[in-house]
Every structure is written in C-alpha cells, then in structure tokens.
C-alpha cells in the first residue's frame, strides 16, 4: 500500500501570515491515465472533513483562493496564503491513485498562536 | 443539493456487530461510489472500503477483510456498512462520503457516526 506521510504533524501560525503542510507519498501518484490523483481535505473541529483540493491543485467549489495546491510524482504542497480563524483545523492529504485502495496522510493540525 | 444522512449513534458490547447506515438525496444515487472512513477519537482519518451502488460491488481495506460488509438498497439510495466482531479499538466516528470518480476527490460526507464498544 502507498503510506501518505505529512508534515509537520503541527503548524502553530498567526493570523494573517501563510501556512504551508508537505505531503509525501511512498510511491508515484502518477496514475497510468497521466493524472495524479491527490487530494487536500480540511476537518475543522467537531466536523466531518471537507474537499478542498483535488488533482493535486484544483480547488473544489466554494474554497476559498488563499488555498493552492502543488507537486508533483512523490512530493506535494499545501499552502494557505494568509490564515484565518475559520481555517483553524487538520489537514490531510488522500492519495487515490492506487486504485481500489485509497489512504490517507495522518493529519496536520492548524491553530493560531 | 446533495446530501447524505446517517444513522444515529450507538453503543455495542465487545463481539456485537454494528450497522451503520447513509442516506443519499439531491444527485443519482447508482451514479457515484460511496467510501466509508473513520475516525477514532483524537485519532486521523482511516480508509475502510467502497461500494459501487450501481453494482453491488466493493472493495474493502486489508485491515477490515472478513469483518466489513457494505451493502445498498437503491429502492431507498441507501448505503450500509456493517462491522462485526467490534472490539474497543472500533469505538470510532464512522463516516460515509460520495466518491467524485472523474477527480477520485470525497466530495460530500455524512455528517459521522459514532459508535462506542465497551463492555
């Protein structure tokens, strides 16, 4: 199976300043269709999760712009340009292309000094 | 607008079984595979398996073979999932999500299931 490893696992940040979350995974994510199926999903506290990047960089309907994606292969970027209280949460990253099994990274916590 | 609404919480002794269901609304129900994932307390985010709701089909992760089953009734656009054998590691929130297959992104989720093994 394809392990997702995040870092860091914890990302104090103050408002108004970016955030960046690494996500690596232990194999390609290039699929044999020449996507790579990597995802960013955001769980705000007492939430179930939410969509928020998908094909390494396009963002789902309704986020927000100060999130981006980027990477490549093995190597991905989460990025939030300027942090706001509502982004306060954790962080993973999902991995798909390894069809039929998907995973998960473990998680990177976002809060607010 | 798509929703998907599952069953409320519940409480099983060590060896029961639970069924956890999610119930799909706003979109074609047969359309979109429907992944199970869950989350222990203070833990992340585990994968559990799928089901294809138009076929009946589905594909389960190593760790759950042989004590998960997930079933649908289209009649209803209701999915299922079922784990036997609880243990207390299993006390976990369990959520349901759409599969957007053209992305492979989750796209709407249940809002969770929690579900408490102790003795």
């Known amino acids: 199976d394809i392990v997702m490893t995040q870092t860091p696992l914890s990302s104090p940040v103050t408002l108004g300043q970016p955030a960046s979350i690494s996500c690596r995974s232990s194999?390609?994510?290039?699929?044999?269709?020449?996507?790579?199926?990597l995802s960013w999903l955001q769980q705000r506290p007492g939430q179930p999760p939410r969509l928020l990047i998908y094909?390494?960089?396009n963002r789902f309907s309704g986020v927000p712009d100060r999130f981006s994606g980027s990477g490549a292969g093995t190597d991905f970027t989460l990025k939030i340009s300027r942090v706001e209280a509502e982004d306060v949460g954790v962080y993973y990253c999902m991995q798909a292309t390894q069809f039929p099994l998907w995973t998960f990274g473990q998680g990177t916590k976002v809060e607010i000094k | 607008q798509v929703q998907l609404v599952q069953s409320g919480a519940e409480v099983k002794k060590p060896g029961a079984s639970v069924k956890v269901s999610c119930k799909a609304s706003?979109?074609?129900?047969?359309?979109?595979?429907m992944h199970w994932v869950r989350q222990a307390p203070g833990q992340g985010l585990e994968w559990m398996g799928w089901?294809?709701?138009?076929?009946?089909?589905?594909n389960y992760a190593q760790k759950f073979q042989g004590r998960v089953t997930m079933t649908r009734d289209t009649s209803i656009s209701t999915a299922y999932m079922e784990l036997s054998r609880l243990r207390s590691d299993d006390t976990a929130v369990y959520y349901c999500a759409r599969l957007q297959w053209l992305v492979r992104g989750l796209d709407y989720w249940g809002q969770g299931t929690l579900v408490t093994v102790s003795s």
């Open positions: 194999q390609s994510l290039v699929h044999s269709d020449g996507n790579t199926y």
């Open positions: 706003g979109y074609t129900f047969t359309g979109y595979y």
């Open positions: 094909k390494i960089s």
């Open positions: 089901i294809n709701p138009n076929s009946g089909g589905t």
